[in-house]
């Protein structure tokens, strides 16, 4: 019997293409629910196994952590050669792959951090922190304008091959905006992620753990 991992997350969250990923891998795993922006009670569940108190954190069944969702999901996929989700060390492909992985969460990913509490550089001022969501908003349908503009995918970002960079993305341009502005901007990445929504083999992980409620995309959706 295979020794599960375990994951500190969340619906919705950064967790999220973790999971996915271990679905596709047929990999055993047990989700430790912690919606940390809720309180210290919640980040005190994340503490033991991340000093940071954020998610995801991964437990492997060796009992090593791994904390940053990018780190996770390109260890996952290298540890799992055989099932294809990531271009291999010295693959063509694989530049390019680490340096997207690496611009979500430095580019767009960690601009979350300022979006989900405003006040954390903004004050207590309510025009200045709705400047700060609008800022942030631009900045990040720029940053999806980029990658967009210097990516050829086929069915998938890299190509025609599934990878954790399109789970990646996929779950991160659902924050915010709910993809209005990403469908706008990005709009090749824009047919990879819709591609991946509806994969068969996720179809039922999707309803469990980032479900597609009616009307998710629409321009008066708040976030």
Not at 138 to 163: F, H, K, N, T
Request: glycine content about 8%.
């Amino acid at each position: 019997m295979k020794t599960a991992y375990t994951i500190y997350g969340a619906l919705g969250s950064g967790s999220v293409p973790v999971e996915a990923t271990l679905t596709l891998l047929g990999q055993p795993y047990t989700v430790i629910e912690a919606p940390t922006w809720e309180g210290a009670a919640q980040q005190d569940k994340v503490a033991p196994v991340n000093p940071m108190k954020q998610i995801p954190a991964l437990v492997t069944p060796q009992g090593e952590t791994i904390t940053e969702s990018a780190a996770i999901l390109i260890w996952l996929a290298d540890n799992h050669p055989e099932a294809g989700l990531a271009p291999a060390i010295g693959d063509p492909g694989r530049g390019q792959f680490l340096r997207w992985m690496t611009f979500i969460p430095a580019s767009i990913y960690s601009l979350f951090w300022v979006r989900d509490k405003p006040s954390r550089l903004a004050g207590p001022d309510p025009e200045a922190q709705a400047r700060v969501k609008a800022a942030t908003a631009d900045r990040i349908a720029d940053c999806w304008a980029m990658m967009d503009a210097q990516v050829e995918p086929g069915d998938y970002i890299l190509g025609d091959e599934l990878s954790v960079l399109d789970l990646y993305v996929a779950v991160v341009s659902r924050w915010g905006s709910r993809r209005v502005r990403f469908y706008e901007r990005a709009p090749k990445m824009a047919e990879v992620v819709r591609r991946v929504d509806a994969d068969p083999r996720l179809t039922g992980f999707w309803e469990k753990r980032f479900p597609f409620v009616e009307g998710w995309e629409s321009k008066g959706a708040s976030g």
